[in-house]
């Protein structure tokens, strides 16, 4: 639970200019199975942050701000975060009207609602003149659901579960990536028990797959990342199958491709490139991809 403080006093962003908060989105993730091998696992995941956003807005003005008897134009979720917030703070939200806009989709994989809650919590901050608070961020996540860790601006392997930041891994490795996201949805909750069964069967593998990859983290290897990440969503595959997958691999050295992602949970799966593709290189996987009956989507991953 978090802790009451002692309310903060109301800044300058309240004499009536908009404030927005930005939170970017993800590729699914580099890593998803078990922190390590043992009877007990827990789900750890090295999410993969996309140059993709939530936006929140807050206008100051005449119209009632919550709590009131019209809830604001907020998803359930980032409504829940800004009473939350303001209960933490000791604050009053004042009149004023809410605009949301995201380049998420819902339930394939891209951390949309973690981002919204993210990026209405950022807009708050900024409401008030705070500075920003990662613990209070994590805080309010850890109340609302299982999350990623898009409240931070740098790699991590996270325990999504524990809302715990086991390690930073920085900001120096990036990919440029063409993915597709497959039809469906994936409810992650009903799926947490099939995934920890196999995370028990495939603890070693998983084991080793984790220590390549902080390894690559830990040395700027973007290809030893990717081929990290290869791994991770292959094994993935054993419970969470993407249908395009194995045509992906099948193909990856055709393209020059440095690896393959997925959104464990979700809907995506591409390609990673430690360099950019050219553009007949992208040219040829659009073709290709349109060929298993997608549309392909170029996007930069990560930071470097």
């Known amino acids: 639970m978090l802790k009451p403080v002692v309310p903060a006093r109301q800044g300058k962003n309240l004499a009536g200019d908009t404030v927005s908060g930005v939170c970017q989105g993800t590729l699914g993730e580099l890593y998803q199975g078990p922190l390590r091998a043992g009877t007990d696992p827990e789900i750890a995941v090295v999410s993969f942050p996309v140059d993709r956003h939530s936006w929140v807005y807050f206008s100051p003005g005449t119209a009632a701000g919550p709590p009131g008897p019209h809830p604001p134009p907020l998803k359930e979720k980032s409504a829940t ?13 004042p009149p004023g009207d809410w605009l949301t806009h995201s380049e998420l989709p819902v339930g ?14 950022r807009c708050l901050f900024r409401v008030f003149s705070l500075p920003y608070a990662t613990e209070v961020a ?6 609302i659901e299982r999350a990623d860790s898009v409240f931070l601006d740098e790699f991590a392997l996270y325990l999504s ?22 039809a469906g949805t994936v409810d992650t909750a009903a799926v947490t028990p099939l995934l920890l069964d196999h995370y028990r069967r495939r603890g070693e593998e998983y084991q080793g797959c984790l220590t390549d990859l902080l390894k690559g983290f830990d040395s700027g290897d973007r290809p030893a990342v990717a081929r990290a990440a290869t791994i991770s969503a292959a094994l993935s595959q054993e419970v969470l199958p993407k249908a395009t997958f194995s045509t992906l691999q099948a193909h990856r050295e055709r393209f020059g491709a440095d690896g393959v992602f997925v959104a464990h949970t979700g809907c995506l799966v591409g390609y990673l490139f430690a360099s950019r593709p050219q553009p007949d290189v992208k040219s040829d996987l659009s073709a290709f991809f349109h060929s298993l009956g997608h549309q392909c989507t170029f996007a930069q991953g990560g930071y470097g």
């Open 81 to 93: 975060a800004a009473r939350l917030f303001l209960d933490h703070y000791g604050l009053a939200l």
């Open 108 to 121: 394939v994989g891209m951390a949309s609602s973690t981002a919204d809650i993210v990026a209405t919590l």
């Open 138 to 143: 994590l805080g309010i996540l850890a109340e």
């Open 161 to 182: 579960g524990r809302h715990q930041v086991v390690r930073r891994l920085g900001r120096d490795v990036g990919f440029h990536t063409a993915f597709v996201t497959e």
